[in-house]
Nanobody, 125 residues
Framework: QVQLVESGGGLVQAGGSLSLTCAAS????????MGWYRQAPGKQRELVAVVNSGGETNYADSAKGRFTISRDGAKNTVHLRMNSLKPEDTAVYYC???????????????????WGQGTQVTVSV
């Protein structure tokens, strides 16, 4: 079983900062890309930032210059540092990861995208 668990959400005033962490656990063979998405009420889930296994990053335009994504390969974690937060950043933030696991019965590798349960970020005016 593989699980992604997010932490670090909360309430912050506009202009403030928050850090989110997502930890992957379970029978993991390898983790490829890890990323953060968010979903505001009444809106579709959207990409915030992603980092691949080589450390290359990609950000949504709304996150560029304010958010920083990073990962720790040894700990299977991904972090999102959010600065200069705006009320429009209010959303449930989800982490995801493209994870390879070993099929016990065959020894084959299986690739799948896993999602965390989400953590609320609320930015007040």
């Amino acid at each position: 079983q593989v699980q992604l668990v997010e932490s670090g959400g909360g309430l912050v005033q506009a202009g403030g900062s928050l850090s989110l962490t997502c930890a992957a656990s379970g029978s993991i063979f390898a983790i490829n890309a890890m990323g953060w998405y968010r979903q505001a009420p009444g809106k579709q889930r959207e990409l915030v930032a992603v980092v691949n296994s080589g450390g290359e990053t990609n950000y949504a335009d709304s996150a560029k210059g304010r958010f920083t994504i990073s990962r720790d390969g040894a700990k299977n974690t991904v972090h999102l540092r959010m600065n200069s937060l705006k009320p429009e950043d209010t959303a449930v933030y989800y982490c995801n990861a493209d994870i390879e696991t070993v099929v016990i019965t065959t020894g084959d590798l299986m690739k799948r995208r896993y999602w965390g349960q989400g953590t609320q970020v609320t930015v007040s005016v």
